[in-house]
């Protein structure tokens, strides 16, 4: 079945670093690719999508690259404040018979440092 | 516009217990999902509803757990008998439709945990 692999946490940084969090898929088809974020205390949030070979997604200063030939869809922000610590989640989606449920990855923990 | 709402926030029960969860999802959405999310993993789909009929529900415990969308809007997920696995927060989603490049809305979900 369909997977997404990203890499453990926790991703600890100071203020201004950069930022990659990968993340890689197994999945027939042409899924769609997204990356949610989900802060202390809330609910999950969409932060950018992609839903073709080659698309950018971007929002808030991080953006992610939907490669096909990798099978990838890597996160990154070239300068994280302290208020990008949250947990994301890399997921993926497909148009099929039975619903286009997300099936998500295990999430990745980042704490910004001041 | 109003997001997807949940209640109750929280909840404590005892194992062989019952629980049921409520949804409202965003206006005009036709579809509906509920995820479970177990602690440091991600959501997992339990079931999904396009208007009242259900699409997909292939990884819903369908011997203790039970979910209804009566009228096409809100959802009701129920637990019966809750079991310690099932410790878990609770997601509802939604989206415009049902295709694969359809952005879907989450709840601040219900945190259940079984004692």
């Known amino acids: 079945g369909d997977s997404v692999t990203q890499m453990e946490g926790p991703v600890t940084l100071s203020e201004e670093a950069f930022l990659t969090i990968n993340c890689t898929y197994t999945?027939?088809?042409?899924?769609?690719l997204f990356w949610y974020v989900q802060y202390p205390g809330e609910g999950l949030q969409l932060l950018l999508k992609?839903?073709?070979?080659?698309d950018k997604g971007s929002n808030k200063g991080f953006e992610a690259t939907y490669r096909k030939e990798t099978t990838s869809f890597h996160l990154e922000k070239g300068s994280v404040q302290v208020s990008d610590s949250a947990v994301y989640f890399c997921?993926?989606?497909?148009?099929?018979?039975?619903?286009?449920?997300?099936?998500f990855g295990g999430g990745t923990r980042v704490l910004v440092k001041p | 516009e109003a997001g997807v709402a949940q209640s109750p926030r929280y909840k404590i029960i005892e194992k062989r217990q019952s629980v049921a969860f409520w949804c409202n999802p965003i206006?005009?959405?036709?579809?509906l999902y509920w995820y479970q999310q177990i602690l440091g993993q991600g959501p997992k789909l339990l079931i999904q509803?396009?208007?009242?009929?259900?699409?997909?529900d292939s990884q819903l415990p369908k011997d203790r757990f039970s979910a209804e969308r009566l009228k096409g809007v809100d959802s009701t997920l129920k637990i019966q008998p809750a079991k310690l696995e099932d410790s878990a927060v609770y997601l509802c989603?939604?989206?415009?439709?049902?295709?694969?490049?359809?952005?879907?809305?989450f709840g601040p979900g219900t945190r259940l945990t079984v004692l």
């Open positions: 989603a939604s989206s415009l439709i049902a295709g694969g490049t359809d952005t879907q809305y």
């Open positions: 999945a027939t088809g042409y899924p769609s």
């Open positions: 992609a839903t073709k070979a080659d």
């Open positions: 997921a993926l989606s497909k148009q099929q018979a039975a619903g286009n449920k997300l099936t």
């Open positions: 206006s005009g959405h036709a579809t």
């Open positions: 509803f396009q208007n009242n009929g259900v699409v997909d």
